[in-house]
């Protein structure tokens, strides 16, 4: 399946960042924790070159808990200063402010030596869209916040919200694309919901969806739908015949009582979304696929 989708307004959101990238001492990427390397948008590197970085790996509750810390340690031993985080319901938030200054330690010891003291650190949020942005900054303000408005002379035209005396933090979030030239990256984006559905064949990724769930989580499906796998689902062929079962069990028929494919695929995209099929990684630090 061949997914093309590419926003006109990406150069626009790029350039912004660019211009923002100078007002800005920390970087706090958002990654989806079910799959860090797709949501992963590689141009950060480039535009916060020389930037402190911090990776907050959001959704950690619907991803696989085997496979969160693997992946903390490996952006680690890259360099970034990481946290899980589950920003809607707030854990794992608190702790970013003492991650945020651990990251800008250099920096703030830089100011110190040069008599400036208490400065707070400032930080953008960056993501792909839907990563889950605004939830988690919603989270990390809290109420306590206020917003500083327009610094004259240094940050015109933006908005700055104080968290504390330690962190300011760029109200408008950095909005990244995912790498679309990569199709198995394109599919788990889609898996996940990050993909306008309109441009996708649902029933197609249901296939794709099933022949991934099979090689990573062979129980998932026996576990929720009763469906009898055959041995080998290594094709699309096969993984109809498994969609096939799904729209039985579930009774979704058409008129003449065939199994309805289109009803059934919405249903397993939907029921792995919502985590109905279990918390689910699909992808890791070795082998990025
Ligand atoms: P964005 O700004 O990056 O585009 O993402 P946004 O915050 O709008 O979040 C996208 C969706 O992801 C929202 O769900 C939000 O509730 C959910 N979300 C964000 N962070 C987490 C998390 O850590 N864990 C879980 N389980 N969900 C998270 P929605 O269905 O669009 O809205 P709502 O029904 O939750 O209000």
Redesign the pocket.
């Known amino acids: 399946m061949q997914i093309q989708w590419y926003p006109g307004h990406m150069a626009k959101a790029k350039r912004m960042m660019q211009g923002d990238m100078k007002l800005i001492d920390v970087v706090i990427e958002?990654v989806d924790a079910r799959i860090p390397y797709s949501s992963k948008n590689p141009d950060i590197d480039v535009l916060a070159k020389n930037k402190s970085r911090v990776i907050l790996l959001?959704?950690?509750?619907?991803a696989d808990q085997r496979y969160n810390n693997d992946w903390k340690e490996y952006f680690e031993t890259k360099g970034f200063h990481v946290a899980l985080?589950?920003?809607?319901?707030g854990s794992g938030v608190k702790q970013v402010q003492d991650i945020v200054q651990k990251a800008c330690q250099a920096k703030i010891e830089r100011d110190r030596k040069r008599g400036i003291l208490n400065r707070p650190v400032r930080a953008m949020i960056v993501?792909i869209?839907?990563?889950?942005?605004?939830?988690?900054i919603n989270s990390f303000v809290g109420k306590a916040s206020t917003k500083t408005g327009n610094k004259p002379g240094v940050t015109k035209g933006k908005q700055w919200i104080r968290l504390n005396k330690f962190i300011e933090l760029l109200d408008t979030?950095g909005i990244l694309w995912p790498k679309f030239e990569d199709q198995t990256v394109g599919l788990k984006l889609a898996f996940i919901g990050s993909i306008n559905d309109t441009i996708i064949n649902t029933t197609d990724l249901s296939l794709e969806l099933i022949l991934l769930l099979q090689q990573r989580y062979p129980e998932v499906l026996t576990n929720r739908y009763e469906v009898t796998l055959p041995e080998i689902v290594d094709s699309k062929q096969t993984a109809a015949g498994v969609l096939e079962q799904i729209a039985i069990k579930r009774s979704c028929l058409m008129k003449g009582g065939e199994p309805d494919l289109d009803r059934a695929a919405i249903l397993l995209i939907d029921d792995f979304r919502s985590t109905k099929l279990g918390t689910i990684t699909l992808e890791y630090p070795d082998k990025k696929i």
């Open positions: 958002l959001n959704k950690s509750d619907m985080v589950n920003s809607k319901s993501g869209p839907n990563v889950g942005k605004s939830t988690f979030p």
